[in-house]
């Protein structure tokens, strides 16, 4: 292999699916590590032919210019998206109690779980909780707030989540024989 | 002892089969058993263990020894809303303490881990010399210990 071929390999065409346009990339060991190459987010459906560069015809111009190598595989043929994982990246979450509720908002402490900050207070529109969840705004009630990025294969959207806390129904008799129980195993320690 | 798991080929206590084929006696030579957490991976057969290894105190949570707390265990306790096998295993351990100090030796093994607290002072020996030592608690402390009981309340409110 001549130099001149040498170097031709070290062309090639890609697609680059953000742009949608063809380019001609640089080597692929001058692209920073780590870099997601359009490549990477490829997927052969049938694979593509196993060219010999050494085989391709190249054409010279008076043996002075440079190289230019002609890669005649189509380039959107044989490959498509691959999807990616859908991942949910929290960047702050809250457990809150519900302090009052209006007519269209409530009032609600904010306990911080993941991320900083101190607790806080914060009136919450009753339509950014999901229908099922409406009947248990409730003063006492638990909910937990999320906010974070929702990474899917069509882009990031940011994403602000509120679950309310659904804990099973105790009666006051229920109450009464937890209390009685423990307060039997607390006489217990305490017996001198 | 550092929390608790379970041997698969026996489902018993790992630690307990481990020092028994040592021919150690867990009655006497246990003498401190860590719980640092309460997730089912770290207390499985911890009741068996607190049974056994009856000299021994028991460090938890402050936070988890709370008459609170225990009522919350006792709400939970119902096959229909216990999910957790760790639920099971906090009770038997507050039965068995219970049980030891209403036995005739009257020992309250529990111990109230809080943060900079000395759950044991010893002597070890290494290398043939004897060294003190001593094992601190790095938490929880006193403000998540008192958020925690208000956390309990707000779970079960009284009848």
Request: net charge negative; aromatic share 8%; proline share 6%.
């Amino acid at each position: 292999m001549t130099a001149m071929q040498d170097t031709a390999q070290q062309i090639f065409t890609c697609f680059d699916p953000s742009a949608g346009s063809i380019f001609v990339a640089d080597p692929v060991e001058q692209i920073p590590s780590g870099a997601l190459r359009p490549e990477d987010h490829l997927a052969p459906l049938n694979p593509a032919p196993d060219l010999n560069f050494a085989t391709l015809p190249l054409s010279f111009n008076g043996g002075s210019d440079p190289v230019q190598l002609i890669d005649f595989r189509p380039v959107t043929s044989g490959k498509r998206w691959e999807p990616l994982r859908e991942i949910f990246r929290v960047l702050q979450k809250w457990e809150g109690f519900v302090v009052e509720v209006q007519s269209e908002t409530f009032l609600a402490r904010l306990v911080p779980i993941k991320g900083e900050g101190p607790d806080q207070e914060a009136e919450i529109y009753i339509r950014e909780v999901q229908e099922a969840d409406i009947e248990l705004i409730k003063p006492g009630a638990v909910f937990y707030w999320t906010i974070g990025y929702h990474d899917k294969p069509s882009g990031r959207v940011r994403s602000s989540i509120i679950k309310f806390r659904r804990q099973p129904i105790w009666t006051n008799r229920d109450l009464e024989a937890a209390t009685a129980r423990a307060d039997y195993l607390m006489r217990l320690f305490n017996e001198e | 002892m550092v929390d608790s798991c379970i041997e698969t080929a026996s489902g018993r206590p790992a630690a307990l089969g481990y020092l028994k084929n040592l021919g150690i006696d867990l009655g006497s030579a246990v003498k401190l058993i860590v719980v640092t957490h309460w997730h089912d991976d770290h207390v499985r057969g911890l009741g068996t263990v607190v049974e056994q290894c009856r000299e021994a105190t028991i460090a938890l949570s402050a936070a988890l020894q709370q008459r609170e707390f225990i009522v919350l265990t006792q709400l939970y306790q119902d096959p229909a809303v216990a999910r957790t096998s760790g639920l099971r295993e906090l009770i038997k351990v507050m039965e068995v303490l219970a049980a030891s100090n209403t036995s005739a030796s009257k020992i309250d093994r529990r111990k109230l881990a809080l943060v900079d607290r000395v759950l044991l002072q010893d002597k070890v020996v290494l290398s043939s010399i004897i060294v003190p030592a001593s094992i601190h608690a790095l938490s929880p402390s006193d403000a998540s210990v008192l958020k925690a009981i208000a956390s309990f309340s707000r779970i079960a409110p009284g009848p």
